[in-house]
Structures are given as structure tokens and as C-alpha cells.
């Protein structure tokens, strides 16, 4: 039994078993997710025999360090985890901020204040069902879900490399390996357990879901009102564009996508973000980018452009920085705020997936 897979509730449940006094729970909450402890003899308030069952019946680590990789500037961490069954997930560390150590980064992934920023960037899925034709995790198929546990567990495998040096995690995205919202409960449930009081108490505002547009999900994560910021994988605005790229859109169609994205407006007053993959001569010309204005006029929202990080199984190429430029300079002109974002860890293979492929390979 992994120890993250357990809410509190479900601990407290578990130590009532074991005829331990209703505090204890809280005790191992609290050394998990605020001294952020991965092994029994961690947990020196507990008496010997709670830890020794700890020992016994729960583990701390669903995974072992496969591979990691630091890319030249030493700014960007990824991490290549094997899970017992030999399934591969990555999870990437970005630093942000530090001007004084490193002019260059500046850019943040969500176009907003970047200083001294630490944004992990964790999987929901071993692998993806959805098939995008430019994405290394969409090139290696559905292997299985991600239990809540093993979300939580790729937090807190960084936060405790970062506690090291006097550092703490500030941002979560979930744009690692897989769909979110096709592993909806656990996503949730994970967040929910990171965002929990007395323990690791992460803020709902700092994580960012991503999703490739799963219509009746962001009708119901609307509705759940969260205050959990949401990106939406576009790409192309138009239907035959979109499907090229991205199968799902056979089921949902672009005007679906949009409803569902206005809707999330309406109830949650939230800004919306669009994330678009430039790929040269394919979704980078003025012509689409004043397409896509139209479409989303109206909408609170903000395009994430990045240039394609290419990959083995798809021919495109990235667009150049000054195509990039022009692409933003037209959405803006139409009044869609548009950010560039800087392509991070190239060097890594920090695209979703792309170390994963390479390794299996
Ligand atoms: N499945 C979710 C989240 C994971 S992918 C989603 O698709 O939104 C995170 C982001 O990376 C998505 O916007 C996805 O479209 C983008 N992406 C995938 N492969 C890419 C590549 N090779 N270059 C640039 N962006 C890519
Ligand atoms: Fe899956 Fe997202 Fe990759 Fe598409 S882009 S295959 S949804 S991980």
C-alpha cells in the first residue's frame, strides 16, 4: 500500500485498525506532507511499534530514479521514474527567476510573474490514449492510469530535493505524460491531497491543469468551481487543422471546445489559457492567428504559444522565433494577449514524454 494513495481520512481509518490513538493519523499526516519524511525511522514522535507497522505495510516511494538529467544551464531537472510494473513516467523540475544567477530565464510557463519560481511539471498517465500526432507520449500509446498516490509521490519526490537547499516547490502543472481529465478522480483526488490543510497545503491557485479538450470534463470541473487554473491544448483553429493534429477532435469539435471554455468563464470568472504548439507553415501564419482571434473573441482567456518541440515520430518543425513573433504580434493586435514561451530544457528532451520514448527505444 503506497502511503500517499490515503487521504486523511482513509489514515485515520487505517490507525483505528491498528488500535492506535485517533492523534497518531494527524501525526503522520503532518511528518508526510510537512517535514516531508519517506521512511519510518523519520517519524521519531511515533512509538516503535506504529513505525515498525509502518514498515511493514506501507511504502514510501512508488517508484525508482531511472534516469535524471539536468539540462546545460542546470535550471531545468527531469526525472525518469520506474514504476513495480516497469512502467516509465517523467516529471520535470523548471527554475525560473534568479536573474542574478542567470539573466537568460525569465520566462514562466504562465506568462505571469516569473521570479525565483519553482514549477514542477508532473505525469497523470504512464503514457496517453489520445494520440496527438506532434506529442512523444501520444507516439507511445496508453499503458494505464496513475493512481492519486503516484501523482502526489512525483511532488514529493522534488519538494524534498528542493527542501535541501532551503527551496520549495511554487507552481504545479499537469502537462507531464497523459491526459488529466481522462484520469479525472485521481488527478483530482491527487490535488486535493497536496492542496490539504495541516499538510503539504499547496495552494489551489498554483497548479495549472492541462487538457486536450475533453468536453463533458471541463463542463464538470466548471461546475466544481476550483480555483485550480486551466490550459486548453488548440493548437489550430479550424476543425480539419485540429483533427490532423489532435485525434480527440473527431469527438469534440472546436465550437464544443469554446462552449465549454465559456462556460468555465461564466462560473468560475477564471482567465482561460490556450496552448498552441508553433509549427512552421502548419499553425503559424497571420492568416491563422487572425482565425483564432475570432474564435476566441470575447472569451477571458490568453494564448500560450510555444514553439514544437520536435519529435521522432512527426515530421513537423518548430517555428522560427521570428514567425513566432509575427503570430503573437497579429493575436495581439485583435486584442488575444498572447505570451511566447521560451522552449525549456531542449537539451533534456524536456518535452512531455520524450525521454520516456527514448529510453524505451
Ligand atoms: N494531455 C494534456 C497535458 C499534457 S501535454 C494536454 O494535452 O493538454 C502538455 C502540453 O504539451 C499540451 O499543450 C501539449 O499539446 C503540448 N505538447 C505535446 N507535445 C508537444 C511538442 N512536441 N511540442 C510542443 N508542445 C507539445
Ligand atoms: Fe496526450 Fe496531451 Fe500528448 Fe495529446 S498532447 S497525446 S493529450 S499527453
Redesign the pocket.
Known sequence: MLIYDLDLASLENLLEEWNEPAYRAKQVWQGLYQHLYNSPEQFTNLSKSLREKLAEHVTFSPFIVKVYQDSSDRYTRKTLFELPDKNLIEAVLMRYGDPADNPQITASPTGRGAKNRRTL?IS?QAG?A?G?V?????QMGFKRHLSSGEIVAQVMYYARMLKEKNESVTNI??????????NYDNTMAAIDRLNGADGFNFGARRFT?????LVPQIRRFADEKRQVNL???L?AADDESRVSM?PINKKYKINEVLDACRYYVEQTHRRITF???LINGVNDTPEVAKKLAMRLKGLMCHVNA??????TG?TGQ?TSRERAAAFKESLEQAGIPCTIRM?RGIDIQA????LAGSVVS
Open positions: 511539471c497523470t496517453c489520445m496527438c506532434f506529442c512523444a507520449t501520444g502543472v499537469l502537462m507531464g505524460m497523459g491526459e488529466p481529465f481522462h491543469i492541462s487538457t486536450v479538450g490550459a486548453i491544448s493548437h489532435l496552448e498552441w504548439a510555444i514553439p514544437l518541440n520536435p519529435t512527426y518548430a522552449r518535452g512531455c514524454g520524450q
